[in-house]
C-alpha cells in the first residue's frame, strides 16, 4: 500500500534527528529546546495530588475551568487584556497544536499564509497540509528584525494570516512596538489574521517588555495567541498549553481541536489551575534565564564560534566560518560525532534550507552542562 504524501518534502523533524543523533552518540544535546534542570517541585506535587485526589477523567472538551480563569487573570495582570475564560481560552496539548488548530480553523485551500524565516519548522507544514501556501519574507540580518516594506508587497487578496513569533525562535529576536504599529497599519481593514506563537512570553531579556499582541485590542480582534506551559514552567514533556482568540475564532478552533484531542490531561490542568496563583514562578524565569544566556555567551568567546544577540527564548544562534565551510548540517553532525555537542542546523528553518552556516544553541541547561559543552567546543 502507498501513501499520496500530504507532506511529500517532509522528512523527520530535525529536533528528533539531532536528539537521537545526541543519545547515539552521547553527545551534550543543546540541539533540541528544552531544559536539563529540574522543574518546580510544588507544581510536580499539585499534580501529583491531583492525581491521588481522583481528577482522573476527561475535563470539559476546551479545558478545566479553574485554569481557563487563572489564564484570564494572568491576560489581565500581565497585559491589560480583558479575555472571557468561557467562550476565549481553549487549552491545547502544547503550543504547536495550538498553531495548527488555528491555521487549519482558517486556511482553505489556495489561500496564503506570511511567514518569516527563519520559521520555527512546524509553521510551513502546518500551512501546506491544509493546501495554503507559505509566502516566505526573510528576517533582515543580523538582527533578524521584520522587513515590513516586504510585507507590504506581499500581502494580496488571497492572504489568510501572517504569523508572528516573539521571543523568535531560532533567532532570539524580540518585536518591539514599532512592529505593532507596521502590523497594525498593514492588517487594518483587511480580514487577514495573525497567529501569534508567544510560547517564550517569559523568556525575554534585559528588561524589554514582551509585545504580546493581548496588550492590543484592535490586533486581539484578529488574532489567535499561542502559549505554552512546558516553556513557562520548565516541564516541556507535558505538552500542555492554550490558545486565546476572541469568540468567533475560539469558536471555528475549538470545531478541529474537539474532533482532534478533545480535550487535554486533568490532573496537569488541575495543578496549573492553583500553581498558576503563584506570579513569582513566571515572573522570576527571564532573570533566571538571561543568566544562562549570558554565562553561555562568556564561555563561547574562548571558542571559534561568533555568537549573535540574542534577546529571548531559549537559544542563541552562531557562525562557525572560522572553523569550517562545510554545510550546517554536515557540520552540525559532524559536531555530534566528533565533538560530542548537538546543535541545530539553521537551514532546518527555511523552506528550502537556505544555509547561512549558523548553527542554534539552546543555553537552557544547567551551568555544568553548559561548561561541558564549551570545553568540547573549544577543541573545534
Ligand atoms: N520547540 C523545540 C525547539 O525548537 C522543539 C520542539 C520539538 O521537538 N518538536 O527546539
Known amino acids: 500500500m502507498t501513501i499520496q504524501s500530504k ?3 517532509a522528512g523527520t523533524t530535525i529536533f528528533t534527528v539531532m536528539s537521537a543523533l545526541a543519545t547515539e552518540h552521547h553527545a551534550v544535546n543543546l540541539g533540541q529546546g528544552f531544559p536539563d534542570f529540574p522543574m518546580n517541585e510544588e507544581l510536580s506535587g499539585l499534580v501529583a495530588a491531583a492525581m491521588k485526589n481522583n481528577f482522573n477523567q476527561y475535563s470539559p472538551m476546551p479545558g478545566w475551568m479553574p485554569l481557563r480563569e487563572a489564564i ?135 528588561d524589554i517588555p514582551h509585545q504580546s499582541m493581548l496588550r492590543y485590542p484592535d490586533l486581539l480582534e484578529r488574532s489567535f495567541v499561542c502559549f505554552s506551559f512546558g516553556k513557562t514552567y520548565s516541564c516541556t514533556g507535558w505538552k500542555i498549553g492554550y490558545c486565546i482568540a476572541p469568540a468567533e475564532l475560539t469558536k471555528e478552533f475549538r470545531k478541529i481541536h474537539q474532533f482532534n484531542c478533545f ?30 544566556r549570558d554565562y553561555f555567551k562568556q564561555l563561547m568567546q574562548s ?56 548553527v542554534r544553541f539552546c543555553f537552557s541547561k544547567n551551568k555544568e552542562t553548559l561548561e561541558l559543552a564549551v570545553e568540547r567546543l573549544m577543541k573545534v
Open 7 to 9: 507532506l511529500p518534502n
Open 72 to 206: 484570564a487573570a494572568k491576560a489581565h495582570y500581565l497585559y491589560g487584556a480583558e479575555v472571557d475564560p468561557a467562550h476565549e481560552i481553549t487549552i491545547t496539548p502544547g503550543g504547536t497544536y495550538a498553531i495548527y488548530t488555528a491555521l487549519t480553523a482558517i486556511l482553505q485551500p489556495g489561500d496564503e499564509v506570511i511567514v518569516f524565516e527563519p520559521a520555527y519548522d512546524s509553521y510551513i507544514p502546518n500551512i501546506e497540509v491544509n493546501g495554503a501556501r507559505a509566502i516566505t519574507i526573510p528576517l533582515v540580518f543580523p538582527d533578524y528584525h521584520i522587513d515590513w516594506d516586504a510585507v507590504k508587497q506581499a500581502i494580496n487578496p488571497r492572504t489568510k494570516a501572517i504569523i508572528i513569533n516573539s521571543p523568535h525562535n531560532p533567532t532570539g529576536s524580540v518585536i518591539g512596538t514599532s512592529d505593532i504599529e507596521e502590523l497594525r497599519k498593514v492588517t487594518a481593514g483587511t480580514n487577514i489574521f495573525i497567529i501569534s506563537d508567544e510560547v517564550y512570553e517569559h523568556l525575554i531579556f534585559d
Open 263 to 292: 480535550a487535554c490531561n486533568t490532573p496537569v490542568q488541575v495543578g496549573l489551575a492553583q500553581f498558576l496563583e503563584n506570579k513569582d514562578a513566571y515572573l522570576s524565569l527571564a532573570a533566571f534565564i538571561q543568566e544562562k
Open 303 to 358: 571558542t571559534r564560534f561568533t555568537l549573535q544577540e540574542s534577546f529571548g527564548s531559549y537559544f542563541i544562534c552562531g557562525t562557525y566560518e572560522r572553523i569550517s565551510d562545510e554545510p550546517d548540517k554536515d557540520f552540525a553532525v559532524r559536531l555530534t560525532k566528533e565533538a560530542g555537542v548537538a546543535t541545530i542546523p539553521v537551514s532546518a528553518f527555511y523552506q528550502f534550507g537556505k544555509d547561512d552556516k549558523v
